[in-house]
T-cell receptor, first 113, second 109 residues
Framework: IAGITQAPTSQILAAGRRMTLRCTQD?????MYWYRQDLGLGLRLIHY???????GKGEVPDGYSVSRANTDDFPLTLASAVPSQTSVYFC????????????FGEGSRLTVL | GQNIDQPTEMTATEGAIVQINCTYQ??????LFWYQQHAGEAPTFLSY??LDGLEEKGRFSSFLSRSKGYSYLLLKELQMKDSASYLC??????????WGAGTKLIIKP
């Protein structure tokens, strides 16, 4: 089934641990994004990539890093998790068409204790 | 700063019509999006407006007035499955999406 796959779906993590959220898409979209969603706030962009080999910082990049070695994969790494990083994380992709609508993965619920 | 405002929560009755408003102040404008998000699920695309006017798609319509910085999403013939959050997002001059916090729509029988 075409789309975006995120893993893990849910994770509880001790503060200070390193964590990588995986994201893979099979739609051959050039652009990919990582958002976090917190209650009462809009989706906030963490990092993005307009094409393989390039990445950029979004609105809330601190404490997170990404890589884009190929078109399909866009992992998000928390080098040393903190409780404020407890959130639901969504990976998304878009093509370069007129609307540029986003296609989202199912989300990864991360709890940092 | 950039800002998207939409009501936090709305309640409507099955079979009725509801209008969800969105006002925005952004650095430039390159389109406005509406997404639907059911609880515990990912957002899914509903509509896109870049020119003023009304875009109709089945039971859902979206309206845009760029001069007023205003949009609304109109849902007709409400069904229980329409209970969800509706997210308004504006693409700014840098082609970045600015998101509202979403409107939780509760449908009552």
């Amino acid at each position: 089934i075409a789309g975006i796959t995120q893993a893990p779906t849910s994770q509880i993590l001790a503060a200070g641990r390193r964590m990588t959220l995986r994201c893979t898409q099979d739609m051959r979209h050039n652009a990919m994004y990582w958002y976090r969603q917190d209650l009462g706030l809009g989706l906030r962009l963490i990092h993005y990539s307009n094409t393989a080999g390039t990445t950029g910082k979004g609105e809330v990049p601190d404490g997170y890093s990404v890589s884009r070695a190929n078109t399909d994969d866009f992992p998000l790494t928390l080098a040393s998790a903190v409780p404020s990083q407890t959130s639901v994380y969504f990976c998304a992709s878009s093509d370069t068409g007129d609307t540029g609508e986003l296609f989202f993965g199912e989300g990864s619920r991360l709890t940092v204790l | 700063g950039q800002n998207i405002d939409q009501p936090t929560e709305m309640t409507a009755t099955e079979g009725a019509i509801v209008q969800i408003n969105c006002t925005y102040q952004t650095s430039g404008f390159n389109g406005l999006f509406w997404y639907q998000q059911h609880a515990g699920e990912a957002p899914t695309f509903l509509s896109y407006n870049v020119l003023d006017g009304l875009e109709e798609k089945g039971r859902f319509s979206s309206f845009l007035s760029r001069s007023k910085g205003y949009s609304y999403l109109l849902l007709k013939e409400l069904q229980m499955k329409d209970s969800a959050s509706y997210l308004c997002a504006v693409r700014d001059s840098n082609y970045q999406l600015i998101w509202g916090a979403g409107t939780k729509l509760i449908i009552k029988p």
